[in-house]
Nanobody, 115 residues
């Protein structure tokens, strides 16, 4: 059974850093495109970053230069390093694994940026 599980959320002060992890199981991880999305209260879920099987990355304009997505295929894990965090980054962050008809979402991890 395929699943992805996020971890690493928490409370951080503005300007701080946080690293999220997403561990996948039940899939051939290396061929999947992996992505991070977020949903703030009262808003729609939005794209944050993605990394393809070939390592190509893509970022939302709002996080470019501050967030970095990378993957470790040996550990079936994708990471999101978040630096220079802002209050507007507060949201539930979701991991997504996608390949062909396969489209898997985690339960999400809360990130709160507040002083």
């Amino acid at each position: 059974q395929a699943q992805v599980v996020e971890s690493g959320g928490g409370l951080v002060q503005p300007g701080g850093s946080l690293s999220l992890s997403c561990a996948a199981s039940g899939i051939i991880f290396s061929i999947y495109a992996m992505g991070w999305y977020r949903q703030a209260p009262g808003k729609q879920r939005e794209f944050v970053a993605s990394i393809r099987s070939n390592g190509n990355t893509n970022y939302a304009d709002s996080v470019k230069g501050r967030f970095t997505i990378f993957r470790d295929n040996a550990k079936n894990t994708v990471y999101l390093q978040m630096n220079s965090l802002k209050p507007e980054d507060t949201a539930v962050y979701y991991c997504n694994a996608r390949y062909g008809p396969g489209d898997y979402w985690g339960q999400g991890t809360q990130v709160t940026v507040s002083s």
